[in-house]
């Protein structure tokens, strides 16, 4: 009808934009289908000027919310200075940072990199070099089942989900698995061949679930038997979420790790890793083992050195909004039986079903809320540090509704039948 443009006009953005993506992109995401443009707060909107509340916050990336006036500033202020410079030369803010970093954790030396698996390969290297100098057996890793470290071949190949591996195969060699909380299955894999033992304090993408306490002391204590390195990766649970720095700090006394690998929210979305390491772990990397071109930018180490400021200022704050979080869950919970365990470590929370959650994921966005749904059954939220009681009851009313939805999925599968004859 006279259109220039040949009949695009007739679509609408977003489905312009899917039509791209669909032709010009690998089909690895299953993404929903919503064009987001902007955010601010805990809030963000898409093309079309529709809100949501966002519980997800990019994966637990965007701590600050969205548009955070100190982290602007602070970005603007430096993309006018200096973005990048290699680690050819110094700039102001990795040393700095470092020492943050390292008084934060109770560790000695940094390296920086740009997402989490990142991370996780520079802990790999280090493990396998601490290895390696000892003996040429040396070069086991013990991991955990459900576990999960990041996409890249290193990070896959400790990863306990036959899902990512598989079509990868044959993997780094000598990693072997155990059951989360199993500490006679630790004592059976952990050898004078191990050089390094991982673990995540809370399984995040595994399905919100924690480690427990004497689980995390036997691997301390194995990893110093047979002179192994022990690495936490807080990639998701570290850097705030459970109201702690890091969630080692969560036991009393914390157990001290060799080796601690952060990425998500660490540089408020900018995309930015770091591998905070005890100087036997550090000395592994010598000049030339290692190294990232991009890692350690002024821009991102001077945002993550202002959120570490504003996350000082906010910590205090997040045990008391994730115990109303709770409560209000545990409130919602009883009106449904498809509901089967709230685990709520601070701000990371998993809401586990006897359903499967994707269609309640779905329901949520066009109610406008962000969530995600791991492990199939589990909801899973992240939300932003800045959240507050109001956030909290809008996303409960939005639940409830979502749920009800839920109840009749939960009714008609039959499982509802099931769960009462047991
Ligand atoms: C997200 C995540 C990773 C991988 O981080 P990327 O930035 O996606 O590479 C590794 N470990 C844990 C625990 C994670 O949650």
């Given at each position: 009808m006279g259109d220039p443009a040949g009949g695009a006009s007739e679509k609408s953005l977003a489905e312009q934009i899917f039509e791209l993506e669909r032709k010009y992109?690998?089909?690895?995401y299953a993404r929903l289908p919503v064009v987001l443009e902007r955010g601010r707060g805990c809030y963000v909107y898409d093309v079309s000027g529709k809100r949501y509340l966002d519980l997800i916050t990019g994966i637990g990336v965007n701590a600050l919310g969205h548009a955070h006036p100190r982290i602007l500033k602070v970005i603007k202020d430096q993309a006018g200075k200096l973005i990048h410079s290699s680690n050819l030369y110094y700039h102001p803010f990795q040393g700095p940072l470092a020492k943050r970093l390292a008084e934060l954790s109770g560790l000695e030396r940094c390296f920086f990199c740009n997402s989490g698996a990142e991370a996780m390969e520079a802990g790999l290297k280090m493990i396998r070099a601490h290895g390696s100098r000892l003996s040429p057996e040396k070069f086991e890793i013990v991991s955990l089942d459900n576990s999960f470290h990041g996409r890249t071949l290193g990070a896959i190949s400790v990863t306990g989900q036959p899902k990512y591996r598989k079509d990868f195969e044959p993997l780094l060699a000598g990693v072997r698995f155990v059951p989360p909380n199993d500490i006679g299955a630790l004592e059976q894999a952990v050898s004078d061949r191990t050089a390094g033992i991982l673990l995540e304090g809370i399984q995040g993408e595994g399905g919100v679930r924690l480690i427990d306490a004497a689980f995390v002391r036997q691997a301390r204590e194995l990893a110093d038997r047979f002179n192994a390195l022990l690495l936490f990766d807080e990639i998701q649970c570290g850097v705030g979420r459970t109201g702690k720095f890091f969630s080692y700090q969560l036991l009393d006394p914390p157990p001290l790790p060799d080796i601690v690998t952060v990425a998500k929210p660490l540089a408020c979305g900018l995309p930015f890793g770091a591998v905070i390491a005890n100087e036997k772990a550090a000395s592994t990397l010598p000049p030339g083992l290692h190294g990232s071109?991009?890692?350690?930018g002024a821009l991102s180490c001077r945002v993550a050195l202002e959120f570490l400021d504003i996350l000082h200022e906010l910590l205090p704050s997040i045990p008391r909004i994730s115990g109303y979080f709770r409560i209000r869950l545990e409130d919602l919970a009883r009106h449904y039986a498809f509901v089967k365990e709230i685990r709520c470590y601070g701000l990371m929370i998993g809401i586990e079903l006897a359903i499967p959650c994707k269609s309640l994921v779905e329901d949520a966005l066009s109610r406008g809320l962000l969530i995600n749904c791991t492990q199939e059954r589990v909801i899973r939220l992240l939300p932003p540090y800045i959240l507050t009681e109001a956030d909290i009851d809008r996303a409960i009313d939005i639940l409830d509704k979502v749920f009800r939805k839920g109840r009749e999925i939960f009714v008609e599968s039959g499982l509802a039948d099931e769960l009462i004859r047991h």
């Open positions: 992109l690998v089909q690895n071109t991009f890692g350690g």
